[in-house]
């Protein structure tokens, strides 16, 4: 969404990393992060520069939170979680991306932020592309 003659939105390399698409939103990208850990998804607006919540217009804020709500009933239906954490910090990576984490009394993390608690352990090929088809699968993609 970017104006003529301007850089086309991308996505930052870093979350280009340690992530896996999953689906195509009408605002948002909606990626996987590639961290056996936690099911966690996360949310990326395909707005050019956009940092904070707050750079997005008002339609963009509405339907962001449409997508999240999608992205945390497809966590919820698959995992069952104790709690779902939905967090837009940008501390490391600046673009704006929301987080959407299935949480569990018993994950390695509980009750603390996931950030820092153990190194990521990348889901195996095979477990992924079955991860990332049960998610579309919820979605009703």
Wanted: hydrophobic share 50%; aromatic share 6%.
């Amino acid at each position: 969404m970017s104006a003529a003659g301007h850089d086309p939105w991308q996505l930052h390399a870093q979350l280009a990393g340690d992530t896996r698409p999953v689906a195509q939103f009408a605002l948002s990208e909606l990626r996987l992060m590639d961290d056996a850990n936690h099911p966690w998804l996360i949310l990326v607006p395909r707005v050019r520069d956009a940092v904070e919540l707050l750079d997005l217009d008002d339609a963009q804020q509405t339907t962001l939170m449409r997508e999240i709500a999608l992205a945390s009933r497809a966590l919820q239906t698959l995992f069952k979680p104790h709690k779902l954490n939905v967090a837009a910090l940008g501390n490391v990576v600046a673009q704006l991306h929301v987080h959407v984490i299935a949480r569990f009394q018993t994950d390695i993390a509980w009750p603390r932020p996931v950030w820092g608690v153990a190194a990521a352990r990348p889901y195996p090929p095979e477990q992924l592309v079955q991860l990332v088809e049960r998610l579309r699968g919820a979605l009703q993609l």
